[in-house]
Nanobody
Framework: QVQLVVSGGGLVQTGGSLSLSCAAS????????MGWYRHAPGKQRELVAS???????NVADSVKGRFTISRDNARNTVYLEMNSLKPEDTAVYYC?????????????WGQGTQVTVST
C-alpha cells in the first residue's frame, strides 16, 4: 500500500508565496518521477512540474521562473515552492508519483490541496 501525504497550500495575495510538500510512504521501491499537477475550474488538469530521481526537471512554461520543484530522495518527498503567485495559479494542486515495482510503473495521486491567490 502506498500513500502520498500532501501538506501546504492555502490562501495568499497576488505576489505572495506558498509551499507544498508531498511524502510517499508504504511499499515504495523506486519513484520516478514525482511531480505536481493542478486543476483549475473549467480547465483540464495540467502538469506544473516534475522531477526525476536523478534530478531532471520539467516545468510548465506558465510557472517557469516562479515555481521551484525539489526532491529529497531519502525521504521520498517532493516539494513545490511557489513565488510571485498570480490569480491564475488558483487551482487544486495534486501530487503525483510513478512508483516502480518489478519493472512495472504504477501512478499514485495524493489528496488535492487548494491554492487560492486573491487579487
Amino acid at each position: 500500500q502506498v500513500q502520498l501525504v500532501v501538506s501546504g497550500g492555502g490562501l495568499v495575495q497576488t505576489g505572495g508565496s506558498l509551499s507544498l510538500s508531498c511524502a510517499a510512504s508504504g511499499s515504495v521501491f523506486s519513484i520516478d518521477p514525482m511531480g505536481w499537477y493542478r486543476h483549475a475550474p473549467g480547465k483540464q488538469r495540467e502538469l506544473v512540474a516534475s522531477i526525476t530521481g536523478g534530478g531532471s526537471i520539467n516545468v510548465a512554461d506558465s510557472v517557469k521562473g516562479r515555481f521551484t520543484i525539489s526532491r529529497d530522495n531519502a525521504r521520498n518527498t517532493v516539494y513545490l515552492e511557489m513565488n510571485s503567485l498570480k490569480p491564475e495559479d488558483t487551482a487544486v494542486y495534486y501530487c503525483n508519483a510513478r512508483i516502480w515495482r518489478y519493472g512495472q510503473p504504477n501512478n499514485y495521486w495524493g489528496q488535492g490541496t487548494q491554492v487560492t491567490v486573491s487579487t
